[in-house]
C-alpha cells in the first residue's frame, strides 16, 4: 500500500509563504499524478494544483501566479511553493497521489493526512 507523509503547515501573515511537502512510500508501480487539494470550513474539498509523471501542470484559478508545483521523481516527493498567501488560502491541504500496482493496472488515489495552512495577521 501507499503511504502519504505531509509537512509545512503552519501559521502565516498575508503576503507571506509558505512550502508543503508530500512524501510516498510503499509498494507501487508507478505515479501517474501527484496534487494537492484543499478544504476550508463549512466548503468542499477543491482541487488546488496537480503535476503529471511527465511535468504537466494545472492550477486553480484562485491560486495561478501564487502557487507553483513540483516533485522530485527520485524522492516520490511533491511540493507546492505558496507565495503572497491570502487569508482565503486557510484550508486543510491535502496531498493526493494516483499510482498504479502494475503496467497498465487499474489507477488508485491515494491521500494524505492533511496539513492546516493558516493565514492570519
Known amino acids: 500500500q501507499v503511504q502519504l507523509v505531509e509537512s509545512g503547515g503552519g501559521l502565516v501573515q498575508p503576503g507571506g509563504s509558505l512550502r508543503l511537502s508530500c512524501a510516498t512510500s510503499g509498494t507501487f508501480f508507478s505515479i501517474i499524478a501527484m496534487g494537492w487539494f484543499r478544504q476550508a470550513p463549512g466548503k468542499q474539498r477543491e482541487s488546488v494544483a496537480r503535476i503529471t509523471s511527465i511535468g504537466a501542470t494545472n492550477y486553480a484559478d484562485s491560486v495561478k501566479g501564487r502557487f507553483t508545483i513540483s516533485r522530485d521523481n527520485a524522492k516520490n516527493t511533491v511540493y507546492l511553493q505558496m507565495n503572497s498567501l491570502k487569508p482565503e488560502d486557510t484550508a486543510v491541504y491535502y496531498c493526493?497521489?494516483?499510482?498504479?500496482?502494475?503496467?497498465?493496472?487499474?489507477?488508485?488515489?491515494?491521500w494524505g493526512q492533511g496539513t492546516q495552512v493558516t493565514v492570519s495577521s
Open positions: 493526493h497521489v494516483v499510482v498504479t500496482y502494475r503496467s497498465g493496472g487499474v489507477q488508485f488515489g491515494h
